[in-house]
């Protein structure tokens, strides 16, 4: 029997339609697009791609690696730049053949100019040139779970948490569904269900916190083979925009679909309380001024990993406006700012314009003199124990407000954000960072109060006011009880391929 011959690959990129920038070939290469991610430490595709490597050499396999490339959340990606991403994907896999498994890490939002789909339309074509071939993909819940997604992959498994923190469970999960299913040992029978809900869901608190328990809890009995549950990602403006749920039974299309009901029924019964309500700028000085202690406060609606520019100003005027010291801020996506500042060197004062560059979503520039008090070449921040690289940063101080300016656009992760820089952060009474949920995870256990505040931005929360042209108005919460005229949620069609109940090897 000749050896098992598994291909590993990754693309990523989560698209927000409503951002006032596109994604280019150059947010990939600032990222970085490599053909041994798997064999580094670095970033949500290398631990993925690592965990399909380890994996799959351990059990006697062949491996075959394509690139790695991700992009931070932003506008559409370039026509040209996705076709030519995934074309190389499809190339190597063509060199690659014949093989007995296909295993990607994708993100499921990727909206290109003329795709609205573009997993699906990878998988699709993975299909059509490894037809035999056990094909699995590991997804972000922030994803658009399309019928043609499911219906190309014999298995998709997405991460269950939020913040994620399980990157690599869901990969080595991923692993076990199709080598089960490549040695015949399980038969894996989707159901997909749409909740017709848009929503955004962090995992850490109830309601939420108990319906993904009760996922693992159905997996762990074996009930299932595998559940995840697809968010949605709101700020993407396609057919297939909201919250669904995909569950795999072995050989069994009734339980799968029985499941995935109830699943889909606990998530609409908690509609409601699932719904953001987060405090205003305002709202959030006001309480932090009544608290003690040190307050810590995500800016969601600045977050770059939901695609917005992280350039806002709005935050920094009403700090400012109060008067506030004891404060630190960051990031703000600003280059050429930064470049200038450390041209100018540590010590040096210069007026500078902040913020308010990227469009109407940024607010205004804010006006102000500083100091430059510290500079990195290659900062960089821990992000769940890899290193995410911010570029040339710096360090800017005025009037007892602290401000971190970087190079590469990216959320704030980890306090090292700050500390990198020299800013000592347990002197601070306030700190603001551009993220919505992922910062939790460092920050948590710093401050004495954490929340997040809901600003003006290009991440609106107000989802039944979404200004979609290509979704359709039929979801919570622009509906207050989108299945009243059916009685349940809609159970989506898929082809017979999808629930193939034999594979045969390809070698």
Known sequence: MSQPRTFIAALAAETNSFAPFPTGRSAFEEEGIRRDA???????????????????????????????????????????????????ILADLRAAMPVDAVLLLLHGAMIADGYDDCEGDLLAAVRSIAPQAVIGASLDPHCHLTTPMVAAADMITIFKEYPHDDVAPTASALFDGCEAKRTGRAH??????????????????????????????????????????????????????????LVYADGDAETAEREARAI??????????????????????????????????????????????????FFLAAIRARGLRDVAIGGFWDPVLARLCADAGVGARLPVRLGGKMGPSSGMPVDLLVEVAGIAEDHGQDAFGVRDLLGLSVWLRSAGI???????????????????????????????????????????????????????????????????????????PAMADPWAPFGSARLLPLPSSASRTSSTSAT
């Open 38 to 88: 798997s064999r580094q430490a670095n970033g949500m595709c290398a631990e993925a791609l690592g965990v399909f490597r380890r994996r799959a050499e351990a059990a006697g396999h062949a491996v075959i690696e394509s690139i790695s490339a991700y992009a931070q959340p932003g506008g559409p990606v370039v026509r040209q730049v996705f076709e030519a991403l995934r074309d190389t």
């Open 188 to 245: 894996p029978v989707p159901a997909l269900i749409d909740t017709a809900m848009i929503g955004f869901y962090p995992t850490y608190a109830q309601p939420m916190r108990g319906i993904v328990d009760g996922v693992r809890a159905r997996e762990a009995t074996g009930a299932i083979l595998s559940g995840s549950i697809a968010h949605g990602f709101p700020w993407g403006d396609v057919s297939d925009t909201g919250t669904r749920v």
């Open 264 to 313: 889909g029924q606990a998530l609409y019964d908690a509609r409601e309380a699932l719904l953001p309500r987060y405090p205003g700028i305002e709202e959030s000085l006001d309480w932090a001024a009544a608290l003690g202690g040190r307050v810590v406060i995500g800016d969601h609606s600045d977050n770059p990993g939901g695609g917005a520019p992280s350039d806002s100003s």
């Open 402 to 476: 602290d401000m971190v300016v970087t190079s590469v656009r990216s959320q704030v992760y980890g306090l090292d954000f700050f500390t990198g820089l020299g800013i000592v952060l347990s002197d601070k009474r306030l700190v603001v960072v551009k993220s919505s949920r992922h910062f939790e995870h460092s920050f948590a256990p710093f401050a004495d109060h954490l929340w997040t505040a809901s600003s003006p931005g290009a991440l609106s929360l107000d989802f039944a006011a979404m200004p979609y042209a290509k979704r359709a108005r039929d979801y919570h």
